[in-house]
T-cell receptor, first 115, second 112 residues
Framework: DSGVTQTPKHLITATGQRVTLRCSPR?????VYWYQQSLDQGLQFLIQ???????AKGNILERFSAQQFPDLHSELNLSSLELGDSALYFC??????????????FGPGTRLLVL | EDKVVQSPLSLVVHEGDTVTLNCSYE??????LLWYKQEKKAPTFLFML????IEKKSGRLSSILDKKELFSILNITATQTGDSAVYLC????????????FGTGTLLAVQP
């Protein structure tokens, strides 16, 4: 158990809908990263927040957005969902938010299925 | 374009065998190379490598980085069925980019 929690574990929804994925980082970690993992693309970095502010952006679609709240939990919002958005979404956290200089601890993921 | 390539894509071995997994990369502003093990769900951290030629070791697992040739290997000796997983290699780079780029992984299956 990494100490990172994600809810829900599984989510099934229809195309065109909007969902919110939630992540609570490890105690003491200020930075949260979101990743998407699909069978054909592997693990793709989406976006990073550090202490409430966006720090880095990856391959995140405009239909997706995220935020980090004062209590440091983060939410990833996915809207106008398409079949291709079906994937495993991971949240990871770290202390300083310096990717590649410190360990990122991954949550158990949310499996999203868009029908 | 920045990329991380892992090989082989998958392999099947018998318990007790030794395996070597490869990771090559082409990225700008390289900061580190990381190995993760992914079983059913979340990737778990194995190693972070920043310097060439220095082996990192943890039990039966070891890894080394070659920054001149831009690759890393992960060795697992005396494999056990519990080593069955996807092994992910990621490269961290900094500056304004500050992210990890992952390879697609190597699926290892260890048969009893």
């Amino acid at each position: 158990d990494s100490g990172v929690t994600q809810t829900p574990k599984h989510l099934i929804t229809a195309t065109g809908q909007r969902v919110t994925l939630r992540c609570s980082p490890r105690s003491g970690d200020l930075s949260v990263y979101w990743y998407q993992q699909s069978l054909d693309q592997g693990l793709q970095f989406l976006i990073q927040y550090y202490n409430g502010e966006e720090r880095a952006k990856g391959n995140i679609l405009e239909r997706f957005s995220a935020q980090q709240f004062p209590d440091l939990h983060s939410e990833l919002n996915l809207s106008s969902l398409e079949l291709g958005d079906s994937a495993l979404y991971f949240c990871a956290s770290s202390v300083l938010g310096l990717a590649g200089m410190e360990t990122q601890y991954f949550g158990p993921g949310t499996r999203l299925l868009v029908l | 374009e920045d990329k991380v390539v892992q090989s082989p894509l998958s392999l099947v071995v018998h318990e007790g065998d030794t395996v070597t997994l490869n990771c090559s990369y082409e990225v700008t502003n390289f900061r580190s190379l990381l190995w993760y093990k992914q079983e059913k769900k979340a990737p778990t951290f194995l190693f972070m490598l920043t310097s060439s030629g220095i082996e990192k070791k943890s039990g039966r697992l070891s890894s080394i980085l070659d920054k001149k040739e831009l690759f890393s290997i992960l060795n697992i000796t005396a494999t056990q069925t519990g080593d069955s997983a996807v092994y992910l290699c990621a490269v961290g780079y900094g500056g304004a980019t500050n992210k990890l780029i992952f390879g697609t992984g190597t699926l290892l299956a260890v048969q009893p």
